[in-house]
């Protein structure tokens, strides 16, 4: 048997995937929709928490939750490192760190290596899509790069290869924050570790996207063997 908090949810769902609620619209206040429900007021606050986590409603701060626009479907191509596509803006901001932790452990590098991190964001309009945070070793990046805040792709030491790991889970507290997403919303999640042609790790790659609106695209190319003739 259903309880209140999904007979609540279900309604407005409802009325959100029919239309009776525009994308962009305020929903009424807690207080209003526990009086119009006759429930309490966090039966109410639960039920939107719910179409929250679906991607149907978004809450902002001091303001009231308001009906989702759709987002459409972004694609992570793998080794990218950083979603890219004509309508997409990306902010780059970097930091100076040292190594430590899980960090330190993907680089291969001794504690308290000086690093250079590259905080990357990207946008659709005002709406964040990714949040990506890519770590190198400073005696890897050209000083230029970091005068000008480039993104640090593009460096070959005698070929590469690139290893990434993809997982699904619940977004970090500042994940939630760059994103502006609940934190019972997935996120597809995918470490990205760049290696020269010695095993030398060059870079180390941290990205998160919601996963109810991303995909993310391997494409791998058979090898062939040449056969000989004895």
């Not at 929709?33 to 978004?58: D, F, M, N, W």
């Not at 191509?77 to 330190?104: E, K, S, V």
């Not at 949040?131 to 070793?137: E, L, M, N």
């Not at 977004?171 to 997403?181: G, H």
Request: charged residues 20%.
């Amino acid at each position: 048997m259903p309880t209140l908090r999904d007979t609540i949810a279900e309604d407005l769902r409802i009325q959100i995937t029919t239309g009776r609620l525009k994308p962009g619209a305020r929903l009424p206040s807690e207080p209003k929709l526990a009086t119009h429900y006759k429930v309490s007021t966090p039966t109410v606050r639960q039920a939107l928490a719910l179409l929250q986590a679906e991607g149907l409603i978004e809450k902002t701060q001091g303001k009231g939750n308001f009906v989702r626009t759709p987002l459409r479907r972004i694609t992570y191509t793998g080794g990218a490192g950083i979603p890219f596509a004509p309508d997409l803006q990306t902010t780059i901001r970097t930091t100076n760190i040292r190594a430590r932790g899980h960090i330190r452990t993907l680089l291969k590098v001794p504690s308290n290596t000086p690093l250079t991190e590259f905080h990357c964001t990207t946008y659709e309009g005002e709406t964040p899509r990714s949040v990506a945070r890519i770590y190198v070793p400073r005696n890897l990046v050209p000083a230029a790069q970091l005068a000008s805040s480039s993104w640090p792709g593009g460096r070959d030491e005698g070929g590469t290869e690139t290893q990434e790991t993809v997982t699904a889970r619940l977004p970090t507290p500042e994940e939630v924050t760059a994103l502006r997403i609940s934190p019972t919303r997935t996120v597809l999640t995918i470490t990205r570790i760049t290696l020269n042609a010695t095993g030398r790790v060059l870079e180390a790659a941290l990205l998160a996207l919601p996963s109810d609106a991303a995909d993310a695209v391997f494409t791998t190319y058979p090898t062939l063997k040449q056969e000989t003739n004895e």
